[in-house]
């Protein structure tokens, strides 16, 4: 199978979160994936419309609030409501957005984004940051010496060793200009029961969609050096929330944060 193929007998992390999200760009043994999930945690599908909002919400903050024009979203996944570049173009029409993933339907839907060249489309991976900032797509679109904003959401807990998953937000932090933002989410085991947190892990796939999941301290590592953004380190629900009757920490299981460089 070549990169841009797409194999409908192996899950895949980016359809299946579209399945719970309501989406329709899914196979049959992504749905069997996320249904086994939700056998033993039925809030996933509240998790995944939270860590949406959250992704809306932080972007809103970015460019409405810090002034930030630039954004590289990596593990960007399928098409959703409230996509990156909508959601920075409709407060800010000159933002620049570069998607960044490796999933070849991703790929397919994303060609169809790279118009009016102000949003443009890396075929990487994270553990292969010095890729992503070499790529001509992203270098004609972003500017590195200027501010700019890492999205990682929903994409860390699918990097199972820690030094690995550190050493690229390192590298792409180093790489960016002083005013630059990290956003990220991770999911953790803190606010589910031990027992629940055990099914969960014993119902996913491995490979490519295995979930490795986080503590706080561990998520807050990622953020070492950096100057978080109020209220710091939460469950995904809790990051400067818009709603009142918002879903408790045990039902989100992620937690989320901004930090600028």
Known sequence: MTSDQVDPHIVSPARRWNYWLGGKDHFQVDR???????????????????????HKRAIRYLTGEAGIRQFVDIGTGLPAPDNTHEVAQGIAPDAKVAYVDNDPMVLAHARALMIGGSTTYVDADLREPEKILRAAELT????????????????????????????????????????????????????????ISARILAAQDTGPAELWPRD?????????????????????????????????????SSYGAVGRK
Request: with cysteine; net charge negative; charged share 25%.
């Open 140 to 195: 004609t679109v972003i500017d590195l010496s200027r501010p700019v904003a890492f999205l990682l959401i929903n994409v860390l807990h699918f990097i199972a060793d820690d030094g690995q998953a550190r050493s690229a937000v390192r590298t792409l932090l180093d790489a960016a200009a002083a005013g630059s933002y990290l956003v990220a989410t991770c999911g953790t085991r803190d606010f589910v029961p031990p027992e």
């Open 216 to 252: 706080r301290a561990g998520f807050a590592r990622f953020f070492e050096g950096l100057e978080l953004v109020e209220p710091g380190i939460t469950a995904v629900c809790d990051w400067r929330p818009d709603r009142v009757d918002r879903p408790k920490p045990v039902e989100v």
């Open 32 to 54: 069997d994936s996320g249904d086994r999930i939700a056998a033993v945690y039925p809030a996933v599908w509240t998790a995944a419309r939270e860590g949406r909002a959250f």
